[in-house]
């Protein structure tokens, strides 16, 4: 009785862990790289589509504060789908990708983590 309770302690056990290292997804690093050509402060946000997760964080934005290639890298999930979003500082009227609430369609605006490691460069203009 003794060694069946242990075979079963130990059998629990391997299985617990096997469970954990298979639901455990690796982490990638995906670099957005932005541009804006557009005459005004631009905010920028990523989506995922995979799960309720945005970066920098819930309410918050990068800034866009002139015309350099701004590099974002994000740590995400394999196969995550992460989705651009942005818009005028101020002004949530002038919007590019999913727009700040990430409701809006859009066309190539997406990009899946781990197809690479970075966007081409993505420029923001009229």
Known sequence: MRSLRLFIVIAVAAL???????????????TFRI??????????????????????????????DDSRTQSFPLRCRSG???????WVTGDGNMTWG??????????KCCFVCGDGDMSPVLTLSD
Do not use: H
């Open 16 to 30: 617990t862990s096997v469970f954990a290292v298979g639901s455990a997804q690796a982490e990638e690093t995906f």
């Open 35 to 64: 541009k804006s050509d557009y005459q005004y402060k631009v905010q920028v946000a990523f989506f995922s589509q995979s799960r309720n997760f945005v970066w920098p964080g819930p309410g918050e934005a990068f800034s866009l």
């Open 80 to 86: 995550e789908e992460i989705c651009y979003g942005a």
């Open 98 to 107: 999913v727009g700040p609430k990430n409701d809006q369609s859009c066309k």
